[in-house]
């Protein structure tokens, strides 16, 4: 995807805000807003910016992971299997 075809001035988004924001949802590229020909913001639709976030909190997590991993925070599989065993006769 390149950003270069989907940027637009703001008085472009001003003059044609409903068109914009149809064409956001329907394409679901981002549009980068520029003003005094500088880049500003970017606009998205609503449902890739959720997934954008939902993508991002994955990383999180994974890198969360990868932390514990190299600080030996870990659990070998069979204490694991062990502790659920435990807990399902309780």
Do not use: C, F, W
């Not at 995807?1 to 637009?8: A, F, G, I, L, R």
């Not at 329907?26 to 913001?41: C, D, F, M, S």
């Not at 997590?61 to 502790?83: C, F, H, I, T, W």
């Amino acid at each position: 995807m390149h950003y270069s075809t989907q940027v637009k001035p703001i008085t472009h988004l001003k003059a044609h805000a409903a068109e914009v924001l149809l064409q956001l949802s329907e394409r679901r590229e981002p549009l980068v807003i520029t003003q005094n020909g500088e880049a500003k913001a970017v606009l998205q639709d609503v449902a890739s910016y959720e997934e954008t976030q939902e993508t991002l909190a994955l990383l999180k997590l994974l890198a969360l992971g990868s932390q514990d991993v190299a600080a030996g925070k870990v659990v070998p599989l069979s204490e694991v299997a062990k502790r659920l065993k435990t807990r399902g006769r309780a």
